[in-house]
């Protein structure tokens, strides 16, 4: 069993920076997959990017690509987010969620098996 808890969100203007945290507890293998989703108000759920275990193969939504990173702390079992230059767009309830599947790569369109709550971030004009 793995769980997930996110941290970090907030309000902030557009151009600002936030970091999200996603503190991992469970063990997860090498080849399994971590990533960050968001769910906007009246829209379906987006998949921005990918990390997957031991490889560190990243996979990046265009939307985000250039301003979002995503990383790995082994040490402290936890995962980052960090969002540059932020847009109003941006705001959304944010995920992170693992899978233990290895496919030898981590789409972002995957249902994950394992979520965190959310974490709400918005962005003003």
């Known amino acids: 069993q793995v769980q997930l808890v996110e941290s970090g969100g907030g309000s902030v203007q557009a151009g600002g920076s936030l970091r999200l945290s996603c503190t991992i507890s469970g063990n997860l293998r090498d080849g399994s997959c971590l990533g960050w989703f968001r769910r906007a108000p009246g829209k379906g759920r987006e998949g921005i990017t990918t990390?997957?275990?031991?490889?560190?193969?990243?996979n990046v939504a265009d939307s985000v690509r250039g301003r979002f990173t995503i990383s790995q702390d082994n040490a402290k079992n936890t995962l980052y987010l960090q969002m540059n230059s932020l847009k109003p767009d941006d705001t959304a309830m944010y995920y992170c969620?693992?899978?233990?599947?290895?496919?030898?790569?981590?789409?972002?369109?995957?249902?994950?098996?394992?979520w965190g709550q959310g974490t709400q971030v918005t962005v003003s004009s």
């Open positions: 969620a693992a899978d233990p599947r290895d496919a030898g790569f981590c789409p972002r369109s995957r249902i994950y098996t394992y």
């Open positions: 990390f997957r275990i031991g490889s560190g193969i990243i």
